[in-house]
């Protein structure tokens, strides 16, 4: 039997205290508990739109893997501590089954960490500064490859790294990965506090770009994923279409990264 508990609680408050309890009394007790913690922070539309620098967290996401007539990642230049590093293949064609995708939703992060555009977010992004990003296009697997109006976000600067005033994890109560390999690749499973990065004045109104660090694990079907980052024209894309939300401010630093 599995039980499945869903809790909202904010820092601070008795819900969190006795969330924290619970984490801390299953450590000692070893029991099988397992948190699966999301940190939402939450902006007013003033802030979000007065920010330089965006942090790409889409809110849909579906269980679906990335198929195609070969390997859809080049592993040889992975990590082989942490997995990290994996390469996507750009002479692929890239198929995915359409009907797994939430509806009405225009950004969707797949199982793998892969992020996947609709068509009408995609069209207004073509008259952007992608900055060297390139939305792929992508076939129906159902379908003998036929076209879907969706594209992957495939990012491939690397422009910015984690500050270390950026808190990851797997819950908020154990910072740091306990699986961590000495190679500091990966800052941790996921972010547990706002995003603080380091990077030049020159990337903060560019197009897409990744951090340095990895988050998350190399698991079956998962991988490590650089998260994404954006600029104020890309933002400015989002907002048209009414999906600025999943675009967080971060918060630019000048100093040593989470990995130096």
């Given at each position: 039997m ?6 909202v609680?904010q820092p601070?408050?008795r ?8 984490f801390?009394?299953?450590?000692e007790m070893?029991e099988?508990l397992?948190f699966n ?8 539309e ?8 965006y942090w ?7 269980e679906s893997?990335?198929?195609?007539s070969g390997d859809?990642?080049?592993?040889s230049?992975?990590c082989?501590l942490c997995?990290?590093g ?11 089954d359409?009907r797994?995708?939430p509806r009405k ?10 992020i996947v ?12 500064d992608l900055?060297g ?9 159902s379908k003998?490859?036929?076209s ?8 491939a600067?690397?422009?910015s790294?984690?500050s270390r005033?950026t808190q990851?994890g ?6 740091g990965w306990?699986?961590?390999t000495?190679?500091?690749?990966i800052?941790?499973y ?7 990065v380091i990077?030049?004045?020159?990337h903060l109104f ?5 951090t340095?660090e990895?988050?998350?694990v190399r ?7 650089r998260p994404i980052?954006c600029?104020r ?6 907002a ?9 401010p971060v ?8 990995s130096?």
């Amino acid at each position: 039997m599995k039980l499945f508990c869903r809790i909202v609680a904010q820092p601070g408050s008795r819900e969190w205290a006795a969330l924290e309890r619970s984490f801390w009394r299953s450590r000692e007790m070893d029991e099988i508990l397992i948190f699966n913690v999301e940190v939402d922070w939450r902006y007013t539309e003033a802030e979000r739109s007065a920010a330089d620098l965006y942090w790409l967290r889409p809110r849909h996401f579906s269980e679906s893997v990335l198929e195609d007539s070969g390997d859809v990642y080049d592993e040889s230049g992975a990590c082989v501590l942490c997995g990290a590093g994996a390469q996507m293949a750009a002479e692929l064609d890239l198929a995915l089954d359409p009907r797994s995708l939430p509806r009405k939703a225009l950004v969707v992060s797949l199982l793998g960490g892969e992020i996947v555009i609709a068509s009408p977010l995609a069209d207004g992004l073509r008259g952007c500064d992608l900055g060297g990003a390139e939305l792929r296009p992508l076939t129906d697997l159902s379908k003998a490859r036929v076209s879907i109006p969706w594209h992957i976000l495939d990012v491939a600067r690397v422009a910015s790294g984690l500050s270390r005033n950026t808190q990851a994890g797997q819950t908020p109560f154990e910072l740091g990965w306990p699986d961590a390999t000495p190679c500091g690749h990966i800052a941790g499973y996921r972010v547990m506090s706002q995003m603080h990065v380091i990077c030049d004045e020159q990337h903060l109104f560019g197009g897409f770009s990744a951090t340095r660090e990895f988050l998350g694990v190399r698991r079956g079907a998962l991988r490590p994923v650089r998260p994404i980052l954006c600029g104020r024209e890309v933002y400015s894309a989002f907002a048209e279409l009414g999906v600025a939300h999943i675009l967080d401010p971060v918060v630019p630093e000048r100093g040593p990264s989470a990995s130096g």
